[in-house]
């Protein structure tokens, strides 16, 4: 399986890494959204990773243009990690498109159901890993 985590925060990047390799997920890292966006032009990627606030583009944009695509990029699984706590939060990230939100800082066991739960309905061998 292979994940990208947009994130600015080069521990918290160090962190998810850490936890996915554990289940044998590779994970590429953008430190912000312009160059997560460009690293999807050039890879396919089974799920993306996406902070809210970074400097420039914030998280909520950079998922609502990867939804706009036209291609197979469209579609595939974003799952927001964020600091925020606002109450409005998850709607937010409901309507900009993201399959599910995880708040900081992540539990591993969380991140795993994330993933498990926006990859259910992709017959992948991604979700054997995470079982």
């Not at 312009?34 to 990627?45: S, V």
């Not at 995880?102 to 159901?113: G, H, Q, R, S, Y």
């Amino acid at each position: 399986m292979q994940v990208l985590f947009i994130e600015d925060d080069a521990m918290n990047r160090r962190v998810v890494r850490d936890m996915l390799s554990v289940a044998g997920v590779e994970m590429s890292e953008a430190p912000e959204a312009e160059t997560g966006l460009a690293m999807l032009d050039r890879q396919p990627f089974d799920l993306v990773l996406m902070d809210l606030r970074m400097p420039g583009m914030d998280g909520l944009t950079a998922v609502r243009k990867i939804r706009a695509r036209s291609d197979a990029v469209s579609l595939v699984p974003i799952i927001v990690v964020t600091a925020d706590t606002a109450m409005d939060l998850q709607d937010r990230c409901r309507a900009a498109g993201a399959d599910d939100l995880l708040l900081k800082p992540v539990a591993m066991t969380l991140l795993f159901d994330a993933i498990a739960r926006a990859i259910a309905e992709r017959p992948s061998s991604a979700a054997a890993v995470l079982a």
